[in-house]
């Protein structure tokens, strides 16, 4: 299948940046999305920025203007750069992708999740 290798999680003052990075590797076809989504605790995952594969990008409300995601679909990696950081930014990261990949025979769709990197923004 698809793994995704996430990277550049910390602990940072509020009103800094943090920057983070992913890579996905495995018998990958096509790479369709990719994005960033973010859990604190006790509430539940959601989307903070996604990229497809021609460039299009959607942010929540809350991260517009602050952070800014970037892909190089060559490489299959995808980046988070984050500035202005606020305390309520403060939860566990994930990356996601989806798109194809190939078997013995042929290929299949799939969608993969890094294992989560953690920013922690005191303030």
């Known amino acids: 299948q698809v793994q995704l290798v996430e990277s550049g999680g910390g602990l940072v003052q509020a009103g800094g940046s943090l920057r983070l990075s992913c890579v996905a590797s495995g018998r990958i076809r096509t790479i369709n999305g990719m994005g960033w989504y973010r859990q604190a605790p006790g509430k539940q995952r959601e989307l903070v920025a996604t990229?497809?594969?021609?460039?299009?990008?959607n942010y929540a409300d809350s991260v517009k203007g602050r952070f800014t995601i970037s892909r190089d679909n060559a490489k299959n990696t995808v980046a988070l750069q984050m500035n202005s950081l606020k305390a309520e930014d403060t939860a566990v990261y994930y990356c996601?992708?989806?798109?194809?990949?190939?078997?013995?025979?042929?290929?299949?769709?799939?969608?993969?999740w890094g294992q989560g990197t953690q920013v922690t923004v005191s303030s």
């Open positions: 990229m497809s594969v021609g460039g299009s990008t």
């Open positions: 996601n992708a989806d798109g194809t990949y190939y078997t013995n025979t042929f290929y299949r769709p799939f969608t993969s």
